[in-house]
C-alpha cells in the first residue's frame, strides 16, 4: 500500500503568511495527487487535483507543484478563512485512495 | 448544482450491524463511481470503500473487508454501506464522495454521519 506522509503536523501562521506544506509519497505516484481543506464540522474540500491544477472557485493563493514522491501545496498570502486542516490524497492506486495524516494551518 | 446527503448514522453496540445511505441529487448518479471516506473523532481521513458506477466492481479498505458491504441502487439514486460486526475502532463521521467532474478526485462530498459504536 501507498503510504503519504504530510509535513508539518501543524503550523501557526499570520494573516499574510506564505504556508508550504509537504507532501511525501512511499513510492512514485507521478502526479496522482489532489489537496482537500477541511474546517471544523465541514466537509473536505478539494483544492488541487492532478499535483497542480486549481480546481474550480479556489483562490489563486493556493498552488500545488511536484511529481512523484514528493509534493508541495502552498498558501501565497494566508487569509482568515484559510485557517483549517489540509490533507493531501494519493489516487495513484485508484480507486484506493490514501490520505496524508493532515496538516493544521493555525492562527499564530 | 449537486447535493450528496447522507443518512442512517446513530449510536449502536459493538457486535451490532447499521447500513448507511447516500441520496445523491443534481447529478447523473448512475454515471459515477461512488465512495465511502470516514473520519474518527479528531482523526484524519481513511477511505472505506468504493464501488463502481454499475455495481459491478467493489474495493475495501483492510480495517472493513468482509464486515462492511458498499452496494447502489440506481433507480433510487442512491448509494448504501452496509456495516456489520461493528467495533468501537469504526466510530466515525461516514462521508460520501464521488468525482462527479473530474475522474479520480472528489469533488462532490456529503455533510458526513455520525456512527458512534459504543456499549
Known amino acids: 500500500d501507498i503510504q503519504m506522509t504530510q509535513s508539518p503536523s501543524s503550523v501557526s501562521a499570520s494573516v499574510g503568511d506564505r504556508v508550504t506544506i509537504t507532501c511525501r509519497a512511499s513510492?512514485?505516484?507521478?502526479?496522482?495527487l489532489a489537496w482537500y481543506q477541511q474546517k471544523p464540522g465541514e466537509a473536505p474540500k478539494l483544492l488541487i487535483h492532478?499535483?497542480?491544477s486549481l480546481q474550480s472557485g479556489v483562490p489563486s493563493r493556493f498552488s500545488g507543484s511536484g511529481s512523484g514522491t514528493e509534493f508541495i501545496l502552498n498558501i501565497s498570502s494566508l487569509q482568515p478563512e484559510d485557517f483549517a486542516t489540509y490533507y493531501c490524497?494519493?489516487?495513484?492506486?485508484?480507486?484506493?485512495?490514501?490520505f496524508g495524516q493532515g496538516t493544521k494551518v493555525d492562527i499564530k | 448544482q449537486g447535493q450528496l446527503v447522507e443518512s442512517g448514522g446513530g449510536v449502536v453496540q459493538p457486535g451490532r450491524s447499521l447500513r448507511l445511505s447516500c441520496a445523491a441529487s443534481?447529478?447523473?448518479?448512475?454515471?459515477?463511481?461512488m465512495h465511502w471516506v470516514r473520519q474518527a473523532p479528531g482523526k484524519g481521513l481513511e477511505w472505506v470503500a468504493a464501488?463502481?458506477?454499475?455495481?459491478?466492481?467493489?474495493y475495501y479498505a483492510d480495517s472493513v473487508k468482509g464486515r462492511f458491504t458498499i452496494s447502489r441502487d440506481n433507480s433510487k439514486n442512491t448509494l448504501y454501506l452496509q456495516m456489520n460486526s461493528l467495533r468501537a475502532e469504526d466510530t466515525a463521521v461516514y462521508y460520501c464522495?464521488?468525482?462527479?467532474?473530474?475522474?479520480?478526485?472528489?469533488?462532490?462530498w456529503g455533510q458526513g454521519t455520525l456512527v458512534t459504536v459504543s456499549s
Open positions: 464522495a464521488s468525482p462527479i467532474d473530474l475522474t479520480y478526485y472528489f469533488d462532490y
Open positions: 443534481g447529478v447523473t448518479f448512475s454515471k459515477n463511481g
Open positions: 464501488i463502481w458506477y454499475d455495481g459491478s466492481k467493489k
Open positions: 513510492q512514485g505516484i507521478s502526479s496522482w
Open positions: 492532478s499535483a497542480s
Open positions: 490524497q494519493q489516487v495513484n492506486s485508484f480507486p484506493r485512495g490514501t
